[in-house]
């Protein structure tokens, strides 16, 4: 016979038991539910147990870094910032260069006002004043008084060099037919007339700081010597040309193209061998940017993005990526550590990517 305490026994065993059993089905559920609570959050898993957060990947491929719809892009003066014009405003903005590497990008901050619908601005080396024509004429635009100064309508093409503080232009008076090209202070009150002209198209720039490179409506190329006045012609007769020098003023890459032939090619020309060399790239030269070396090339070149390292013009160029993107670019930059790309498409909008990738 089965006594009381042998059956009280049994049930506590059994209870026991039964316990046991479903605290281990319990684990093991809460265990596989576990296993897929992970949550990207700012492009890194995270457990939403344990927190633990993986190492933060760095942002690949093109990067847009603002919304704007900017205008005559260059670098800031410590070279890890963009500063660009806003046509519909006229305001002035920068925006840092990492932001393309950054989870959480800089909103642009505000530089400076100028006017609405400015073009063919032209920027000082400081960062702290631009020439700009309006509807009417050029003016110069003291960005630290914001004061503007209107200058005189037969001025064209004025433009800043990368270093110091004249600028020089195209004075032209169409009542007699005669010019000249001629350097200055920005608001022009103190100018020095250097080559007499007939023309009134010429594309001006600074070869360095003792020589302007001129481009005129014939496709020809010259550089002159402004304490002299001397005139050295480089090419002769090029459609559609479009120049840009090294830094060290060896090399230059320009660009072709006639108004049937819409397709630009692209040369380099070397000064030290006084030739001309085709490169396989089908662009223009105002989608380039050399490196502060001089030696290599970055191009924007129909869908892709490619560098050419002209000291050994024989390995042909290298792409860096490919997108179609490439083939809406109108300024093209080179950041100061050269470690990026930045470019502005047709429409406005601001990007870049990382060379290293």
Known sequence: MISKVSVFLVVIFLG?????????????????????????????????????????IKNYGIIKIANDEGAALRLGVNGKEIIYYLPESGQIRSVPISNIESRNPIAPTLVAETRPGLKAISWSPDGKGIIALDNV???????????????????KNPVFPRTGDKIVYLFFDPENGQGSISIADPAIENFKSILKTRSDDWSLSWFDDKTISL???????????????????????????????SPN??????????????ISQLFLWDQSQQAGLALSLET????????????NIYCADGGTFSVFNTARPGTGPKTL?????????????????????????????????????
């Open 321 to 357: 990526i490919s997108d179609p993107i490439a083939g809406l670019v109108e300024e093209l930059l080179l950041d100061g550590a050269e470690e990026h790309l930045i470019f502005r498409t047709q429409t406005g909008k601001l990007y870049g990517f990382n060379l290293n990738q």
């Open 137 to 155: 004429s050029f003016n110069y635009f003291n960005l630290i008084s914001g004061t503007v100064k209107k200058l005189d309508r037969r001025i």
């Open 16 to 56: 026991s038991v039964l316990f046991l059993a479903g605290y281990l089905v319990a684990q093991r559920s809460t265990l596989n539910e576990g296993e897929g609570q992970l949550a990207l959050v700012d492009n890194s898993l995270v457990s939403r147990f344990n927190k633990t957060e993986e190492k933060y």
């Open 284 to 295: 223009r030269a105002s989608r380039c940017a050399w490196s502060a070396d001089s030696e």
């Open 249 to 262: 003023g060896q090399r230059l890459v320009y660009s072709t193209s006639s108004p049937s032939n819409k």
């Open 215 to 245: 481009i005129n409506d014939q496709g020809s190329l010259f550089l002159l010597t402004i304490q002299s006045g001397g005139l050295e012609k480089i090419l002769d007769n090029q459609a559609g040309l479009e120049a840009k020098w």
